[in-house]
């Protein structure tokens, strides 16, 4: 720190300039007339400058040229009615380096009064690093492939990006300002107010996929079913609201599309096993018949014929019970359990009738599988029959195996 004589002041003055030297940012003191009279170190190797050459100079000189005019109002004004403003409260400038460069500061600015003479104390902090911050953070938000609005403390949007500007049909820059609850259908804004509020009281990461589906309100007045994802954040020192918005129209009409098709499906399912059931009622009577015709001394050839009729009826009959049982579950996978492979294939098998020259072999590292079992048996039999139906030779040999990865 470089002084000039300060006759009149005293040691007040000294204790001062040790003080201002130990700021861990920038400080500099400026009188009434904007001259410097202190600079501490910190800000002279800042700015590139040496202390002593800015002792004595206006303070305008550390700003660029298209600010000197309107600081010098800025200053007069402070002097009318000077108050502290901290740091981080203070307004955001360029200082002028000694190489002509500019450098993003924030100042603070505090009065005070030394013996008769009034002063300015000014810091000073480099926001180049804070720059670089916003910049990357804006491209992230930028190039996010999803909507992103920011909201204030007031509920007032103060950034989107260029998709969230697309997806409610407006002009870049035509969001900021605008209430969030503007997005929204006029039947849910007062609703929302409420349920920002509470965010606003217990603010919490909210992912998208667990958020809550809302309905957007396009600029044309049309709606859209959104999904929001929530995160608090800190912006310019203020606590605010980040809204990641996804449109999911198509996703709706992908599970509307799914619905009816399950429905179809479920429906088909019942219509046909009533339908498959009605012949098995006939064999099985059939059945019945030719053993009472048979007497009461049959070939044991025949009776081992008609014993396997039987089983495979009623194995035809257990498959169309489970799979009524998979359709009135909505076809969903929640019947896992754990499944003995030998007497599953068994079973299986007894459904696949082998033409000759036909081998079905079992190589089976695991015997057991944790599987829903009708899904199971079903897939099974479709690739056991598909193999054989194929197959364009007379002999084959379809391998089943099961190994663990």
Not at 245 to 266: G, Q, S, V
Request: net charge negative; aromatic share 4%; charged share 25%.
């Amino acid at each position: 720190m470089t002084l000039d004589d300060e006759p009149g002041l005293g040691a007040g003055f000294d204790v001062l300039a040790g003080l201002i030297d130990a700021v861990p940012v920038g400080a500099l003191l400026a009188d009434v007339r904007g001259m410097i009279r202190l600079v501490n170190r910190e800000l002279a190797d800042t700015l590139g400058y040496d202390a002593a050459e800015l002792v004595g100079r206006p303070v305008e000189d550390l700003l660029p040229e298209t600010l000197r005019a309107a600081h010098a109002g800025w200053r007069t004004g402070f002097l009318q009615q000077p108050q502290r403003r901290p740091m981080g409260q203070g307004r955001a400038l360029h200082a002028r380096m000694s190489d002509g460069s500019e450098l993003p500061v924030e100042v603070g600015l505090s009065p005070l009064v030394l013996g008769s003479e009034r002063f300015v104390l000014a810091t000073l902090t480099d926001l180049t690093a804070n720059r670089q911050a916003e910049l990357l953070f804006r491209q992230v938000v930028d190039g996010a492939p999803y909507g992103v609005v920011v909201v204030d403390g007031s509920g007032c949007i103060v950034l989107a990006n260029p998709q969230a500007d697309a997806l409610f049909g407006y002009a870049t820059h035509e969001l900021l300002g605008r209430p969030i609850e503007s997005l929204l259908p006029d039947r849910y804004r007062s609703a929302h107010a409420g349920l920002r509020e509470q965010y606003g009281r217990d603010r919490q990461m909210r992912r998208m996929g667990a958020g809550r589906d809302l309905t957007g309100l396009h600029r044309d007045g049309s709606e859209f079913p959104v999904e929001v994802g929530l995160s608090p954040i800190t912006l310019h020192g203020e606590t605010c609201m980040l809204a990641a918005i996804t449109d999911i129209t198509e996703r709706k009409k992908m599970e509307l599309d799914l619905r009816k098709t399950n429905a179809n499906l479920e429906e088909f399912t019942y219509v046909a096993s009533h339908d498959l059931r009605s012949p098995l009622r006939g064999i099985s009577d059939l059945l019945s018949w030719v053993r009472e015709d048979l007497g009461e001394a049959p070939a044991p050839a025949v009776v081992k014929n008609l014993d396997r009729i039987t089983l495979r009826v009623q194995r035809m009959e257990q498959l169309i019970d489970n799979l009524l049982s998979y359709a009135r579950a909505g076809r969903a996978a929640t019947d896992f359990r754990e499944l003995e492979l030998d007497p599953l294939l068994d079973r299986v098998c007894e459904l696949v009738q082998l033409p000759p020259g036909f081998e079905l072999r079992r190589e089976l590292v695991e015997t057991r599988l944790f599987s829903p079992p009708t899904p199971l048996e079903t897939v099974l039999r479709n690739l056991i029959a598909n193999a054989i139906k194929h197959h364009d030779r007379e002999h084959g040999l379809v391998r089943i195996g099961c190994t663990a990865e």
